[in-house]
């Protein structure tokens, strides 16, 4: 019933779906596989590829075996049978041209399905160049290519519109120290990083990463990019470095800067902890040990205000009163940490939409006057000069609620994609890699399959 006359196996046919040959025959290959005999189905294959008139003077046939798509799990070796024609045209110098058609164009050893699915498994599917080879049985350097051709297909040219977006650095691989003979002083070699450009409110992954660490190379890819998609930007994340501030600047002139409040947080529990390092060495001459009251406090210090219970809050509270002058001191500077944190509390989020202006201010001012009375402790004052220098940016977070967390979040995806290849020769591929692993999941969200 399969079988026409012409010797057509229409259900072979379809279940290769490799368009433009059709199926005469399947074997079992000895080893496992299939052995698929297919002819050219496609009439415009017929066509001269110089003159593009369809030829009639049949020259002869011989065999190409264009590797393909495992077939039920089976691997499929395919045995086309194309014919070569004679070019009569009198104008057209070809002479004679063999078959070709889209699924596998011309000079090619490979299908396009094939090429499709390799360069998807490590585009889309999150495989490395390694395993997909592996899975559909190519070399290193086809599904690199194949990947490479996938990439250049999906990823858009130009970043997609965003009023926001983020930088930050990452590490690209480990920093590499060496030794100096002469002065036996450990050096650092190569420490390389990825400088990456992230939509921060909608998403979409990264837009681009640039190498090195300097205001140039952040200010020369936004540059780079359209006039209209740079108009668009409106806020730019960033933590607490002056480098990329003064880019955003430059390139960006209209666009406002936000400070990541999860930098600034941070940098309070810095603070926080070298007050307390610096007072312990004060009194004990060493660090804190079991048994200090110190050290009974430590933990407490670094949470957060609304984690610790009532309990043990007080247990810091009596703890700190206890030990003295120093301990007061370490409570000041734990209550600045939090009045910071109260301030940073009041930006606009999904459940507290409008930005309370008066609030803002009296906390900024709350916190300010807490450390002008403690402006005997230098940490807390460095703090607060470290918040007044990069207000603007700060209060930008608190009305918008804009912040950093999409870089964040990027960088494990670029960490996980560079451990499971086992790190990265080539900086420009792994600029990809990145890129395709950053923007998978927004991708698939905007083509389900
Ligand atoms: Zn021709």
Same mark, same amino acid.
């Given at each position: 019933?399969?079988?026409?006359?012409t010797?057509? !196996?229409?259900?072979?046919?379809?279940?290769?779906?490799? %368009?433009g040959v059709?199926?005469?025959?399947v074997?079992?290959?000895?080893?496992?596989g299939?052995?698929?005999?297919?002819v050219t189905?496609?009439d415009?294959a017929r066509?001269?590829?110089s003159?593009?008139?369809?030829?009639?003077?049949?020259?002869d046939?011989?065999?190409t075996?264009?590797?393909h798509?495992?077939?039920?799990?089976?691997p499929?070796?395919?045995?086309? /049978?194309?014919?070569?024609?004679?070019?009569?045209?009198?104008?057209?110098?070809?002479?004679?041209?063999?078959?070709?058609?889209?699924?596998?164009?011309?000079?090619?050893?490979?299908?396009?399905?094939?090429?499709?699915? *390799?360069?998807?498994?490590?585009?889309?599917?999150?495989r490395?160049?390694?395993?997909?080879?592996?899975?559909?049985h190519?070399?290193w350097?086809?599904?690199?290519?194949?990947f490479?051709d996938h990439a250049?297909?999906?990823l858009?040219e130009?970043?997609?519109?965003?009023?926001?977006?983020?930088?930050?650095e990452?590490?690209r691989?480990?920093?590499?120290w060496?030794?100096n003979p002469?002065?036996?002083k450990?050096?650092?070699?190569?420490d390389?990083?990825?400088?990456?450009f =992230?939509?921060?409110?909608?998403?979409?992954?990264?837009?681009?990463? =640039?190498e090195?660490r300097n205001?140039?190379?952040?200010?020369?890819?936004?540059?780079?990019?359209?006039?209209?998609?740079?108009?668009?930007? /409106?806020h730019?994340?960033i933590?607490?470095?002056?480098?990329f501030? *003064?880019?955003v600047?430059?390139?960006?002139?209209?666009a *406002?800067v936000?400070?990541?409040?999860?930098?600034?947080?941070?940098l309070?529990?810095?603070?926080?902890?070298?007050?307390?390092?610096?007072?312990?060495?004060?009194?004990?001459g060493?660090?804190?040990r079991?048994?200090?009251g110190?050290?009974?406090?430590?933990?407490?210090?670094?949470r957060?205000?609304?984690?610790?219970?009532e309990?043990?809050?007080?247990?810091?509270?009596a703890?700190l009163?206890y030990?003295?002058?120093?301990? /007061?001191?370490?409570?000041?500077?734990w209550?600045?940490k939090?009045l910071?944190?109260?301030?940073?509390h009041?930006?606009v989020?999904?459940?507290?939409?409008?930005p309370?202006?008066?609030?803002?201010?009296?906390?900024?001012?709350?916190?300010l006057?807490?450390?002008?009375?403690h402006?005997?402790?230098?940490?807390?004052?460095t703090?607060?000069?470290?918040v %007044?220098?990069?207000?603007d940016?700060?209060?930008?977070y608190? =009305?918008?609620?804009?912040?950093?967390a999409a870089?964040?979040?990027?960088?494990?995806?670029i960490?996980?994609?560079?451990? !499971?290849?086992?790190g990265?020769? !080539?900086r420009? !591929?792994q600029?990809?890699?990145?890129?395709c692993?950053t923007?998978?999941?927004?991708?698939r969200?905007?083509h389900?399959?």
């Amino acid at each position: 019933m399969d079988i026409d006359d012409t010797g057509i !196996n229409e259900a072979a046919t379809r279940l290769l779906g490799l %368009e433009g040959v059709s199926v005469i025959k399947v074997k079992d290959d000895g080893s496992g596989g299939s052995a698929v005999y297919v002819v050219t189905a496609e009439d415009s294959a017929r066509a001269c590829p110089s003159c593009g008139v369809f030829a009639t003077r049949l020259k002869d046939y011989r065999t190409t075996r264009p590797r393909h798509l495992p077939c039920g799990g089976r691997p499929v070796s395919i045995q086309w /049978r194309k014919a070569r024609w004679h070019c009569t045209e009198p104008a057209c110098g070809r002479g004679s041209f063999t078959e070709a058609i889209r699924a596998v164009p011309a000079g090619m050893r490979t299908t396009a399905a094939l090429r499709q699915a *390799a360069g998807a498994a490590v585009c889309d599917g999150s495989r490395t160049v390694v395993q997909a080879g592996r899975d559909l049985h190519l070399s290193w350097p086809i599904v690199q290519r194949c990947f490479e051709d996938h990439a250049a297909k999906v990823l858009p040219e130009t970043p997609p519109a965003t009023s926001a977006i983020g930088i930050d650095e990452t590490r690209r691989g480990k920093p590499v120290w060496k030794q100096n003979p002469d002065t036996e002083k450990w050096e650092l070699v190569a420490d390389a990083w990825h400088i990456g450009f =992230v939509d921060a409110i909608g998403g979409r992954g990264l837009f681009g990463q =640039v190498e090195g660490r300097n205001s140039a190379s952040v200010a020369d890819w936004l540059s780079a990019q359209p006039a209209a998609w740079r108009e668009q930007v /409106r806020h730019v994340a960033i933590d607490l470095c002056s480098t990329f501030r *003064a880019a955003v600047h430059r390139a960006l002139p209209h666009a *406002a800067v936000v400070v990541d409040c999860f930098h600034i947080v941070q940098l309070a529990q810095r603070h926080l902890a070298d007050l307390r390092r610096r007072l312990t060495w004060k009194q004990h001459g060493r660090r804190a040990r079991k048994g200090d009251g110190i050290y009974t406090v430590r933990k407490l210090l670094r949470r957060n205000k609304e984690n610790p219970t009532e309990e043990q809050l007080s247990l810091l509270k009596a703890e700190l009163e206890y030990m003295g002058t120093y301990g /007061r001191q370490i409570y000041a500077a734990w209550q600045a940490k939090e009045l910071l944190r109260g301030l940073l509390h009041l930006a606009v989020s999904r459940t507290h939409v409008t930005p309370d202006r008066s609030a803002i201010s009296a906390a900024r001012h709350r916190f300010l006057a807490h450390v002008a009375d403690h402006a005997h402790l230098p940490e807390i004052v460095t703090l607060a000069e470290t918040v %007044e220098q990069w207000w603007d940016g700060i209060e930008t977070y608190l =009305v918008t609620g804009i912040t950093n967390a999409a870089s964040e979040g990027n960088n494990r995806l670029i960490k996980l994609e560079a451990r !499971n290849a086992f790190g990265f020769r !080539n900086r420009e !591929n792994q600029r990809l890699r990145s890129r395709c692993a950053t923007t998978r999941r927004s991708r698939r969200e905007a083509h389900p399959h």
